[in-house]
């Protein structure tokens, strides 16, 4: 066949070759720019934020209190970070017998509350605040009874659903 003809077809299916090829490329670099531009659009830095195990059931009893960490698993961007501690807690009974978890958290300005088995106590350290076994104050500056978080057993495992709150107020407010 005459050059003349080949010739511009040759380029013509070079092109559509080389258009083809770039498109394919395009397509198949979508889910990495997807991946790459992830943690500009996306919360990078999240919590398990539901009920979170803090132990066995069996021991947590009425008349000593049973401080108890509260382990999460963090997202951060790509990498999963098991065994967050998020912060603790204080599980005791309640007079029916269900377990009652406490923020360990003092709502008068947030220092770790200790209890005092001596005295069936929780006491603050800071300033000097005395809780009731029940949470409710006894004496001191915190405005508010110690923080109740909400709890359940499932299969003799006790989930706690961890959330902190603004200290210095009387009413209580997720922080
Ligand atoms: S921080 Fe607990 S009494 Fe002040």
Known sequence: MDRAILEPRRRFLEWVVALGAAGIGAI????????IVY???????????????VG??????????????????????WARIEGVELGTVWLTRDPSGAIVAF???CPHLGCSVDYLADSKIFNCPC?????????SVVSGPAPRALDRLACKVE??????KFQRFAVGTREQRTA
């Open 103 to 105: 923020s360990s958290i």
């Open 155 to 160: 299969g003799g495992r006790v989930l706690v």
């Open 28 to 35: 198949a670099g979508i889910p990495l720019l997807g991946a």
């Open 127 to 135: 300033h000097g605040t005395v809780f009731r076994p029940d949470g």
């Open 56 to 77: 066995k059931a069996d021991n947590v009893n009425a008349d000593a209190p049973t401080k108890a960490t509260v382990l999460a698993t963090r997202w951060d961007s």
């Open 39 to 53: 943690p500009l659009r996306a919360r990078t830095v999240r919590e398990d934020d539901g009920f979170l195990d």
